[in-house]
């Protein structure tokens, strides 16, 4: 599995009607599989591209490397 695959930052809804943003870290077992895990961030989002400018301004995210949900 590449890097690509497993895009960094994740955006999904939640049953409320707001965006939410997960980070993803992704690392490799000796054997080459991945191993991700994510943490959720706390702010609340109204549009998906609410939250990508927050993770572009806070974790410097470039296009490409979301995921929508």
Sequence with gaps: MSDEATRPFLI?????GNFRL???DVRYN????PI????RETELFATAAAAK???R???NAKAGQYLMK
């Design 53 to 55: 400018t927050w993770a």
């Design 22 to 24: 997960t980070v993803r």
């Design 12 to 16: 999904d809804r939640d049953d409320e």
């Design 30 to 33: 000796s054997q080459g599989y």
């Design 36 to 39: 991700v895990s994510g943490t």
């Design 57 to 59: 301004n806070n974790f």
